[in-house]
Nanobody, 118 residues
Framework: QVQLVESGGGFVQPGGSLRLSCAGSGATLDSYPIGWFHQAPGKAREAISCIHSGGESTTYVDSVKGRFTISRDKDTVYLQMTSLKPEDTGVYFC?????????????WGSGTQVIVSS
């Protein structure tokens, strides 16, 4: 079973940037689709981006398109976040799936906190 650890969160002003990392151990991440999920305060966790095995196919929800970029190299998946908005505040998780439904059967990291505020 692969283990995932997120890092890179922090406090940033609106318009700023952060790069989140999802590092894998216990198995090579290459063969897994990896999704990034966002849980805003008081709200349900939702999938925001995914990169499929091989790294050639990526998906984004409309709210992050053009601002966030997902990428991967062997055992780490990144989420480059730019033009951050206060509504991007929350905990970011990575998982070995692209949807909440599929992620119920996969591995999750423990999350990294992002706060976007002036």
């Amino acid at each position: 079973q692969v283990q995932l650890v997120e890092s890179g969160g922090g406090f940033v002003q609106p318009g700023g940037s952060l790069r989140l990392s999802c590092a894998g151990s216990g198995a090579t991440l290459d063969s897994y689709p990896i999704g990034w999920f966002h849980q805003a305060p008081g709200k349900a966790r939702e999938a925001i981006s995914c990169i499929h095995s091989g790294g050639e196919s990526t998906t984004y929800v409309d709210s992050v398109k053009g601002r966030f970029t997902i990428s991967r190299d062997k055992d780490t998946v990144y989420l480059q976040m730019t033009s951050l908005k206060p509504e991007d505040t929350g905990v970011y998780f990575c998982a070995t799936a692209c949807t909440m439904r599929a992620a119920a059967f996969g591995s999750w990291g423990s999350g990294t906190q992002v706060i976007v505020s002036s």
